[in-house]
Antibody
Framework: QVQLVQSGAEVRKPGSSVNVSCKAS????????ISWVRQAPGQGLEWMGG????????NYAQKFQGRVTITADESTSTAYMELSSLSSEDTAVYYC??????????????WGQGTLVTVSS | DIQMTQSPASLSASVGDRVTITCRAS??????LNWYQQKPGKAPKLLIY???SLQSGVPSRFSGSGSGTEFTLTISSLQPEDFASYFC????????FGQGTKVEIK
């Protein structure tokens, strides 16, 4: 079965960038989409964007357009999410998830374990 | 973006209780609605997809219903391991989540 393992916690200063990785094992990496979802402390879930590795196509939430870049390396079955111009409001746990598509819905399963990104001066 | 409104925001219940959580969409989303469970410090876990399909391995006490703009997640007999937060998510257009419902022990 598919498992997603993310990189470790990061601390960044305001104005800088962060790059979080998500390595997949099991299944065929290129054949499914990967999405990124974040969760600020004590808050709900927020979809940021996604990629279909086999096509290299990306789709971003309007809120993050211009500030987030999602890429994928098929040779290592790894997806990446880079977020730039960080502020304290970007402090959150960032999750990757397989984005499964059907004719009746799209859903996220499984999820990575999450990566805490702390933005602090 | 489509807004998802969950109710209640929190509830207290006892083991064995029947629990119902509601999710309303700001416009019709057909059956493009999923439910997730999240425990503290853990990633969300898929429970229900396409409004009413039970994810493999999820206990049958969980069920989902609804279409269009109103959806429900029901736990028929609450178990100790079910105390957690629950989120709905629409995948009709630019995926968005409800704000969550925290199920606490009474």
């Amino acid at each position: 079965q598919v498992q997603l393992v993310q990189s470790g916690a990061e601390v960044r200063k305001p104005g800088s960038s962060v790059n979080v990785s998500c390595k997949a094992s099991g299944g065929t990496f290129s054949s499914y989409a990967i999405s990124w979802v974040r969760q600020a402390p004590g808050q709900g879930l927020e979809w940021m964007g996604g990629i279909i590795p086999i096509f290299g196509t990306t789709n971003y939430a309007q809120k993050f357009q211009g500030r987030v870049t999602i890429t994928a390396d098929e040779s290592t079955s790894t997806a990446y999410m880079e977020l730039s111009s960080l502020s304290s409001e970007d402090t959150a746990v960032y999750y990757c998830a397989r984005d499964i598509s059907s004719t009746s819905s799209n859903w996220f399963d499984p999820w990575g374990q999450g990566t805490l990104v702390t933005v602090s001066s | 973006d489509i807004q998802m409104t969950q109710s209640p925001a929190s509830l207290s219940a006892s083991v064995g209780d029947r629990v119902t959580i509601t999710c309303r969409a700001s416009q019709s989303i057909s059956s493009y609605l999923n439910w997730y469970q999240q425990k503290p410090g853990k990633a969300p876990k898929l429970l229900i997809y396409a409004a009413s399909s039970l994810q493999s391995g999820v206990p049958s006490r969980f069920s989902g219903s609804g279409s269009g703009t109103e959806f429900t997640l029901t736990i028929s007999s609450l178990q100790p391991e079910d105390f957690a937060s629950y989120f709905c998510q629409q995948s009709y257009s630019t995926w968005t989540f409800g704000q969550g419902t925290k199920v606490e022990i009474k």
